[in-house]
Structures are given as C-alpha cells and as structure tokens.
C-alpha cells in the first residue's frame, strides 16, 4: 500500500517482487503513457498482481477500526474463555456471601425481637408474681389485723362502759366503784391504730410515676408500705403479750401473798353452763412468728380468764365509791365507849348515811338482817373459806340465800348497832377468822397498776 504521488504517472510501475533486480525499463504502450494519471493526496492505493485499489481516507479508517474492535473482541472473547471458571466461581462466592450476610442479619433481628419477647414476658411474670405476693401479704395482715381486733379485753375484772355519742366525758378517767383501778376509755380510733389497716394495694392506679420509674418501683413501695405494717402489728402483739403476761404473774403473786391455795380457788369456782366438743388447738406446720405469738396469746388469755374467774371470788375491791378514807382501823384499838383497848375486826369507811353499799367479790348471801353489835349486817359467802361482813347499815337491799356479784348493791350505809356515827365497817374472814381488809385492798391495787 502507498500513497499516490505525481512519481507514479511519471515512472513506471514495478511490482513488489522485482526488488533486488535489476530495472529493465520496458517501453510503455502508447496508450497507457498517454492518459495521465490524477493527482490526489487524500486517496489511499494498494497494488496487488498488478491491480491498484483506491480507498478514500473514510473508507480506510473504517476498516482499520473494524479490523481493530474484531481483535479487541477476539481478545476479551479469548480471555473471558480461558477466565471463565474462575469469575463464575467469585461470582457465586460473592452470591452466597452476600445471602450468607443477609440470613445471619436476618437471624440475629429474629434472636433479637425473641430475646425481647421472652424478657418482656418475664418481666410480665415476675410482676405477676410480686404482685401475688404482695396481694397475699395484704390478705394476712388484714386476717391478721381481725385477729387483732377480735381480741377480748381480760386485763381487768370490770368491763368497760360503752362511750355514747356526743358524751364529752368519754376520754376523762373515772373511778371505779369496786377497786382503785381508774379505767381509761379508749378512744374510738385506738382499734385503728391496733389494726394497722393496710393500704389498698388490689388494683394500684397507673400513675404518671409508675410510666416515669416503672412498676418495680411501685412495687417496693407497697412492699415497704407491707413490711411497715406487719412491724406495727408485730409490736402491738408483742405488747399485748407483755401485758397479759405482766398481769398474769400479778395475780399468782396476789394469791401468793394472800396466803390462799389457788387450786382450792380454782375448785370453788361455780361451772357456767358451758360445752362442745373437745378440739385440740395446734400450730400448722409453716404457721410464722404472728400465728406462734397469736397462739401463745391465745394461750395466756385462756388462763388469764380462768383466773379472773377464780379472783371475782377474791374480796380484793373495795365496798364503797370515792377515796379510800379509815376512820378506824384493824386491830387494837381504844373502845369508842369503854375507852379501853379492845380488838377491832375490820375497817371503818368513813361515808355519809344512804351511800351505797357494794359487794366486793361474788358470792352467796348468808346472813341478812340485825347482827348484836353490827346493827344490820350482811355476809356474804365467796367459796374455799372466804367471807366478808359489812355492818352499821341503814337499808339491807338482799335476802339470805341469794347469789351477788361484783359490784352489787347489798345495803346503805347508816350508823345502826354500836356505832358512834354513820361509817361502814367492813371484814374480810378466812375460815371464819378475822384477817386485815388492807392485805386484800393492797393486793387490788397491785392488780390494777397495769
């Protein structure tokens, strides 16, 4: 291939295989070295077997990029043949990693979304669970605070008055008739604060709190609130227990010191119609320390009641209302008509004529009427050789034979028999013998100091 120039329409055309030789000029035909050839410089010529092919510099480079895209195109072709394997295999790995990839993420959301369930659901049973438990604990304590409530006074021998309505006197302290004691009447919220009533805990409102902090804060305050409330009822038993122990050692000393035989006491004491059939009391097996202290309370009060019983036959309480005033007392003394010593048998209650007269402990009438000395007298029979006598009456309000009880009225106070004015005079007997009222007002007064 080259180029055409204005050389070759003046020499002659030699073909390819004639170099190295030497030139033979041949005459050229007439014909032929007559028709000149064209000048152009943009036309390209290749001469093969002794043909010339002209292309235009278009035609040309179309072809040479042709021929250029069909090597790069074999080439790749080529290659992508011999490398086929090889991306087929990295194109299948980077497939499975990427899905590899995705299942793991996928599995560990999932893993996620049951870990939260299960906690969540955990959370909603250990709340479920505490809140059970505390609903139980409020179920005690209120079971607790009846058992509470429910329990008898028996720490003293007269019962309280039952405060009315718009009675102003109700919280001043007021003498008893019969013994030293002063007997406070409680006031109308004092079973309250013995019950510590529990907070209502059912079905606890949803507070903006509760959002902010979450239920378990919630719950320890109810439990705190519990826990607060079972101490109160803890101590409130433990102190009943003090007391009724505390009185209950009181009255063995007081029978002690009387020199009296608590079981010949206990004899005497008449039956009250009573029965039923014979339950043994007994603990359970996970009962706490409130039912053991309730049960040793329960316990302690049985026989404290029974000994109240067997003291109301004790004359330790005294026949007359107001201050303890003697205008005589026991032993010997000078007669207030003779003038000389004389034995006195009993005490003089200084009083005023028509006061009542009250029986000191029970018993049965027997004697009514005018006695010698006594003026009009009434004895009383208490059971196991007791006996007490009072004297000088103006009235006598019981009959021989009839049974009385603390507290009643037997007589009026007068002046009547060998008296120098209106007093009582009032014995104590054991077995018949005259014995000092005062061991036996003293006893009472140590019964009631707690």
Do not use: C
């Not at 030789?21 to 007439?30: D, I, K, L, M, V």
């Not at 009434?378 to 000088?392: A, C, I, W």
């Not at 054991?430 to 707690?450: H, N, T, W, Y």
């Amino acid at each position: 291939m080259s180029k055409s120039s204005a050389q070759y329409s003046q020499y002659a055309q030699h073909h390819p295989h004639d170099r190295g030789r030497a030139s033979q000029r041949r005459p050229a035909p007439a014909a032929t070295a007559a028709i000149p050839l064209p000048a152009t410089d943009d036309a390209y010529t290749i001469v093969h077997a002794g043909k010339q092919v002209r292309f235009g510099p278009v035609v040309f480079w179309i072809v040479v990029g042709t021929v250029v895209l069909l090597g790069l195109w074999s080439a790749a072709t080529a290659t992508y043949f011999a490398f086929r394997d090889d991306v087929l295999t990295r194109l299948i790995a980077r497939q499975a990693e990427m899905q590899y990839a995705y299942e793991d993420r996928i599995a560990e959301l999932r893993a996620k979304v049951d870990r939260t369930t299960s906690r969540q659901l955990l959370d909603q049973e250990q709340f479920d669970q505490k809140l059970d438990q505390i609903m139980k604990r409020q179920t005690a304590l209120e079971s607790r605070a009846t058992a509470l409530g429910a329990m008898p006074d028996v720490t003293g021998s007269i019962p309280r008055a039952t405060p009315q309505r718009g009675d102003s006197s109700q919280n001043t302290p007021k003498p008893s008739p019969i013994s030293d004691t002063v007997i406070f009447v409680a006031p109308p919220d004092r079973e309250a604060r013995l019950e510590s009533r529990a907070p209502t805990v059912a079905a606890p409102p949803t507070s903006q709190f509760a959002k902010n902090q979450g239920f378990d804060n919630v719950l320890v305050r109810l439990t705190t609130s519990l826990d607060q409330v079972e101490r109160r009822q803890m101590a409130a038993l433990s102190a009943v227990e003090e007391g009724m122990d505390s009185r209950m050692r009181r009255m063995r000393g007081v029978v002690s010191d009387l020199g009296l035989n608590l079981a010949n006491l206990e004899s005497a004491v008449p039956r009250t119609a009573m029965g039923g059939p014979f339950v043994p009391v007994k603990l359970t097996a996970n009962a706490g320390p409130f039912e053991k202290q309730l049960y040793r309370i329960n316990t302690t009060r049985a026989e404290m009641d029974r000994l109240n019983r067997t003291l109301a036959l004790v004359p330790y309480r005294k026949p007359v209302i107001g201050e303890v005033e003697f205008t005589s007392g026991f032993g010997v003394r000078s007669d207030p008509f003779l003038g000389r010593p004389a034995m006195h048998t009993g005490l003089d209650f200084r009083a005023a004529t028509g006061d009542p007269v009250r029986v000191t402990a029970n018993g049965k009438v027997v004697s009514a009427g005018w006695s010698g000395g006594y003026g009009r007298m009434v004895e009383v029979d208490h059971g196991n050789g007791l006996s007490t006598r009072y004297g000088h009456l103006s009235e006598i309000n019981v009959r021989v034979g009839e049974t009385v009880k603390i507290g009643q009225v037997v007589g009026l106070v007068g002046s009547t028999g060998r008296s120098t004015g209106p007093h009582l005079h009032y014995e104590t007997r054991i077995e018949g013998e005259a014995v000092d009222p005062q061991k036996f007002l003293r006893a009472g007064v140590r019964l009631s100091a707690g």
